[in-house]
């Protein structure tokens, strides 16, 4: 069993800032790539920020320069640092992993996904 939980998420007004963060436990042999994405109302699952294992970072172009991926490989944690937010970024934000397991399966877990609301 794998579980991810998301934390961070809230009401902020706009050019406010969050940070999420995502813990991952249970039978987690290693995590390739952590990832963050959003789903606003109406709307796609879209990716917003991903970080390879090797600290490789990948941004969507509408939150380039106002978003920070991390991670701590040794506590199993990714974080999203959110900057100078927009009421467009209000969605529900999800944390994805890519690991391998205890049952020798590499494939995608998600999180349970927080609120993010932003007020213009």
């Known amino acids: 069993q794998v579980q991810l939980v998301e934390s961070g998420g809230g009401l902020v007004q706009a050019g406010g800032s969050l940070k999420l963060s995502c813990a991952a436990s249970?039978?987690?042999?290693?995590?390739?790539?952590m990832g963050w994405y959003r789903q606003a109302p109406g709307k796609q699952r879209e990716l917003v920020a991903a970080i390879t294992s090797g600290g490789t970072t990948n941004y969507a172009d509408s939150v380039k320069g106002r978003f920070t991926i991390s991670r701590d490989n040794a506590k199993n944690w990714v974080y999203l640092q959110m900057n100078s937010l927009k009421p467009e970024d209000t969605a529900v934000y999800y944390c994805k992993i890519h690991a391998l397991t205890g049952k020798f399966v590499v494939q995608d877990y998600w999180g349970q996904g927080t609120q993010v609301t932003v007020s213009s």
């Open positions: 249970g039978s987690i042999f290693s995590i390739y790539d």
